[in-house]
C-alpha cells in the first residue's frame, strides 16, 4: 500500500485541487482521483474545487460536481493537490490547503517544490496522469476513471508525439484504453476540435506571428482589445502555441495573452536545445524542460526582450 492510499483510508473527508487556469492534464487528474474515490470509498465525503474547465471537457464523470468557491469555509482531513508545482498555482482556492490537517501533492513538474505534508513527483512521467495511474489499484480503475486519465495522458504530451512521451506512458494509455474507453472521440472533441472563434483567433496570432534571434524564434501576442473584439476568452488559446512551435526552423516558440494593464500571461516551447523551464522559474513561472510558462509585467517589448536575453544564453551556449 502506497503512502497516499494509506492517507485515504484514514480520511473521512477529502479536498482535491488542481492549479489555475486548468490544462487537460489537470482537469484530467483531479476527476480521475475524485471519481475513484466515490466509486471506491462510498462512506468518504469528497470535494472538488477548480477553476472553471473548458465545455469541451464535459464528457468527463462529474464534470459539475466541480466547485470554485474558496469561500465555504469547510476544512478537511486530507488535502490533494495534482498538477501543481507551488502553493501559488493554487489560486485562491489554496485556502483549503492552508486548513487541511494533512496534504499531499500528486505531480510531474521538475519545477515542483515540494509544498505538502508529504508528495509523489516523478519528474520523467508523461503527466500527474501517469504518475497517478501508478498510486491508483489497477484493477479498481473504471471505465469512467480510465477516461479522465487518458484524457490528462493525451493533452500533455501532445497525442504521445511530445518528447516526455515514454514506453511507460504508451503502456499506460494502453491500460486504459483496454477499459473500453472511446479513445478516437476524447482525442477529436478535447484536443483537436475548435469553435470557429477559436479558429478565427489562431488565425489571427499566426498572421501577426513575428521570428526574432535569426529565425530561430517566434512569438505572438493576442492583446486585451483582440480578445474582446472576438469574444474570446483565456479557454480559447488553446493549441496557439503549439502551433507556432512546429514552424519550420523554430527552435523556441512564445504565445502571449494580456490579462491586464501591461500585463501578459506567457507561454513557452522549444524543440530541442532551450530549456524553458529555467527562464519561466527565473520571472516566477515553472513548468517542463519544453513547455512552461509565466506571468510578466510591462510592454510587449520589455516581455520579448527579457525573455530573448536567456534564450539566447542557451542558445549560445550549445554553438
Known sequence: MNLLEEKLKKAENVVI???????????????????????????H?????????????????????????????????????????DRERLGDLGVY???????????????????????????????????LFGLLEEEKISKEVAECIYTGIIHDTGVF???????????????MMAKGIDFSSIIDDSFYRKTYVQNQILGRALLESITFLEGK?????????????????SKDMDGIIDQLRITEGIECAIF??????QEFKVSMRSNSIVDVSRIASYFGGGGHVKAAGCT?????????????????????AQE
Do not use: W
Not at 473548458?54 to 469561500?71: E, T
Not at 494533512?102 to 496522469?129: P, Q
Not at 502571449?256 to 494593464?261: Q, W
Open 256 to 261: 502571449m495573452y494580456e490579462t491586464g494593464c
Open 217 to 233: 524564434c517566434i512569438f505572438s501576442v493576442v492583446r486585451a482589445k483582440d480578445m474582446e473584439f472576438y469574444g474570446v476568452t
Open 17 to 43: 485541487l488542481g492549479h489555475v487556469h486548468p490544462d487537460g492534464d489537470c482537469a484530467g487528474s483531479c476527476l480521475a482521483l475524485y471519481n475513484y474515490l466515490m466509486e471506491n470509498y462510498p462512506d
Open 296 to 316: 510578466m509585467s510591462g510592454s510587449i517589448y520589455d516581455v520579448i526582450n527579457n525573455l530573448s536575453s536567456h534564450i539566447e544564453k542557451q542558445l549560445k
Open 97 to 131: 490547503l492552508d486548513t487541511a490537517a494533512d496534504s499531499f501533492c500528486v505531480d510531474h513538474h521538475i519545477t515542483n517544490v515540494g509544498y505538502t505534508r508529504d508528495y509523489e513527483i516523478l519528474s520523467d512521467a508523461s503527466s500527474t496522469c501517469e504518475v
Open 45 to 85: 465525503s469528497v470535494d472538488i474545487y477548480l477553476e472553471s474547465l473548458p465545455a469541451k471537457f464535459n464528457y468527463l464523470k462529474n464534470f459539475d460536481k466541480i466547485s470554485s468557491d474558496p469561500s465555504t469555509g469547510r476544512q478537511y482531513d486530507l488535502c490533494v493537490c495534482l498538477d501543481s508545482s
Open 161 to 175: 508525439k511530445h518528447s516526455n512521451t515514454s514506453a511507460r506512458t504508451m503502456t499506460v494509455a494502453g491500460k
